[in-house]
Nanobody, 124 residues
Framework: VQLQASGGGLVQAGGSLRLSCAASGPTGSRYNMAWFRQGPGSEREFVAAIRWNGYTYYADNVKGRFTISRDNAKSPVHLQMNSLKPEDTAVYYC???????????????????WGQGTQVTVSS
């Protein structure tokens, strides 16, 4: 499975961006999808996830501002980011997992496919 992330860019604080992640290759399985991010000098951290059945999870620091969505289990995944803050600046990675369990949905190990990342920069 190959993942292609897009939609990053430069935005002022308080603005919005919409990231998308499209999967190609063997997509017969139902994948759980997620977004992680890695800021300068920081470790990769969980942002949001959506299970194949539509159930969503969010990191506390983005809850209420970001929304993860998909039309169905095989469609691209989107991350709508509103009220962006400078601390949201990072490279955003999409990930797909075929066997993600609840205890790993917020962890790197829950996903076996990763996209190349897209830069999001929020200026103050």
């Amino acid at each position: 499975v190959q993942l292609q992330a897009s939609g990053g860019g430069l935005v002022q604080a308080g603005g919005s961006l919409r990231l998308s992640c499209a999967a190609s290759g063997p997509t017969g399985s139902r994948y759980n999808m997620a977004w992680f991010r890695q800021g300068p000098g920081s470790e990769r951290e969980f942002v949001a996830a959506i299970r194949w059945n539509g159930y969503t999870y969010y990191a506390d620091n983005v809850k209420g501002r970001f929304t993860i969505s998909r039309d169905n289990a095989k469609s691209p995944v989107h991350l709508q980011m509103n009220s962006l803050k400078p601390e949201d600046t990072a490279v955003y990675y999409c990930a797909a997992g075929s066997n993600t369990i609840t205890s790993t949905v917020r962890q790197n190990v829950g996903y076996n496919y990763w996209g190349q990342g897209t830069q999001v920069t929020v200026s103050s």
